[in-house]
């Protein structure tokens, strides 16, 4: 199952349009939704916009990075910002 989380419904559909190979998809438009659901769901992915309601993606993983039992799900972070305080941030 992955994760998706972004505030754009189009991205979102996006997502879901490239996984439509078998692989579950649940998802959510901000980032305290979003650590709910890894609680709820356990997600073996998480495809993760770093612009989101409530708190920043940047935040979520940094939470999900920091708690053992969700520190190795895989991250997959989607931003339309490129700038290299971004890219660094997000690594």
């Keep these: ?3 998706a ?9 996006h997502v879901g349009a490239t996984l439509d190979d078998g692989h579950d998809l649940v998802c959510t438009h901000d980032g305290v939704e979003a ?7 356990a997600p073996d992915a998480i ?3 770093v612009m989101i309601p409530r708190i920043s993606g940047y935040e979520v993983c ?3 990075k920091d708690d053992p ?12 910002r ?7 941030e997000g690594f």
């Design 1 to 3: 199952m992955v994760l």
């Design 5 to 13: 989380v972004d505030d754009a419904e189009e991205i979102l559909s």
């Design 35 to 41: 650590l709910e659901m890894v609680k709820t769901y």
């Design 47 to 49: 495809a993760l916009d």
């Design 62 to 64: 940094r939470k999900l």
């Design 69 to 80: 039992a969700t520190a190795e799900i895989p991250v997959i972070i989607l931003s339309t």
């Design 82 to 88: 490129g700038d290299s305080a971004d890219f660094k």
